[in-house]
């Protein structure tokens, strides 16, 4: 993280990032050079820090979706839930509705990924109980529904707002300030927290239906509360960064292969490698093209897709998927 935020159109010597990091968090030392500390601490920290906290968000909610609906090939936007949040953003762009309601993007992103989430929980629901297959299909089409009223409204936009809307959907920390990164943090800790204290109950749903029952695990009820954290979030870091994908796809997996299917260690470990593996992509995206700069969306799904094949390729567990 340290490095990110050395390397960018100017070049920051690592003495120098660490000594104007320090002097912001303990308030001792002097700041050499004022434009330095102003790219550095105003523009480049709060930057890496959120692309640290969306990528450990993505990778933990990938595991555990995973788990929950019994799929290798689900991930955070299997549910809808980045078509509920681009549908809120693309709003707020393009219409008058978000300003007049006092919307900011990230506030409408939010609620929009909430709604998605709470209606394909009552979709996926059969006789009261969420079931993994009909959850999965639910989130498909509700997403494919929402997908089609948000492209709708970019065919109403503008050239420069249709810029901005392409730009926010393929996902982006350029925007990132220090007063979003509190929440951002809370949500992210807690919620991975929360979700870690489940690790063995997630191991029994490995198991099977039948098999976690009979160990004592109220599956239909875990599934609910995990699927809850899990949408809370992926609500939370796609509002504040757009859609990226293949992260919460392709990090739990590369986890898997080095650690096991343990959640107890998959967890934690996932949301390390989510946060560097984030980072680093960041990195690369304001650098490859600098002083122009890449959305994350596109260097995720030049990285994922070829990792995804070969996977396919390696693992014959996934030929019955």
Same mark, same amino acid.
């Given at each position: ?16 990032? =660490?000594?104007?990091? =320090? ?5 001792? &030392?002097?700041? !050499? ?9 105003? %523009? ?25 609906? @019994? ?25 008058? !509705? +978000? ?9 409408? *992103? ?7 989430? #709470?209606?394909? %929980?009552?979709? &996926? ?14 989130? /498909? ?6 997908? !089609? ?17 392409? %730009?926010?959907?393929? &996902?982006?920390?350029?925007? !990132? ?9 809370? #949500? ?7 979700? *870690? ?19 004592? /695990? ?9 699927? #809850? ?7 939370? /870091?796609? *509002?504040? @960064? &757009?859609?990226? +994908? ?56 030049? %990285? ?5 094949? =070969? ?9 019955? /998927?």
């Amino acid at each position: 993280m340290v490095i990110a935020v050395s390397i960018g159109a100017v070049n920051v010597p690592l003495r120098d990032v =660490w000594s104007i990091i =320090w002097h912001h968090l303990s308030g001792d &030392g002097r700041v !050499a050079d004022p434009a330095l500390d102003q790219i550095v601490w105003n %523009f480049r920290t709060p930057r890496v820090v959120l692309a640290a906290l969306v990528g450990a968000g993505l990778a933990v909610s990938g595991v555990v979706l995973q788990a929950v609906v @019994a799929n290798p090939l689900a991930d955070p936007y299997v549910l809808g839930v980045s078509s509920g949040a681009s549908l809120g953003a693309v709003i707020v762009f393009t219409t008058t !509705a +978000g300003a007049l309601g006092g919307l900011g993007v990230s506030t409408a *992103a939010f609620l929009g990924a909430i709604g998605a989430m #709470v209606l394909v %929980f009552l979709l &996926g629901q059969k006789r009261g109980r969420l079931a993994p297959t009909r959850l999965v299909l639910s989130g /498909v089409a509700v997403g494919y529904l929402l997908l !089609a009223a948000t492209s709708y409204l970019q065919l109403r936009a503008t050239p420069t707002e249709l810029r901005t809307v392409m %730009f926010w959907m393929l &996902g982006s920390v350029a925007g !990132a300030k220090w007063e979003q990164l509190p929440i951002v943090t809370t #949500v992210v800790l807690t919620t991975t927290v929360a979700l *870690a204290l489940f690790g063995r109950r997630l191991n029994a749903l490995l198991a099977g239906d039948e098999s976690a029952t009979a160990l004592g /695990v109220d599956v239909h009820r875990l599934r609910a509360v995990l699927l #809850v954290l899990a949408s809370l979030l992926t609500g939370t /870091v796609i *509002a504040v @960064a &757009g859609g990226i +994908g293949f992260v919460g796809l392709m990090i739990p997996h590369l986890v898997r292969l080095a650690v096991g299917a343990d959640h107890r260690r998959l967890l934690p470990l996932a949301a390390v490698v989510g946060a560097t593996y984030l980072v680093l992509v960041d990195l690369l995206s304001r650098t490859l093209t600098r002083p122009n700069e890449l959305p994350l969306g596109i260097l995720t799904a030049l %990285f994922g897709a070829p990792f995804f094949l =070969w996977l396919l390729r390696r693992n014959k567990s996934l030929d019955s /998927v």
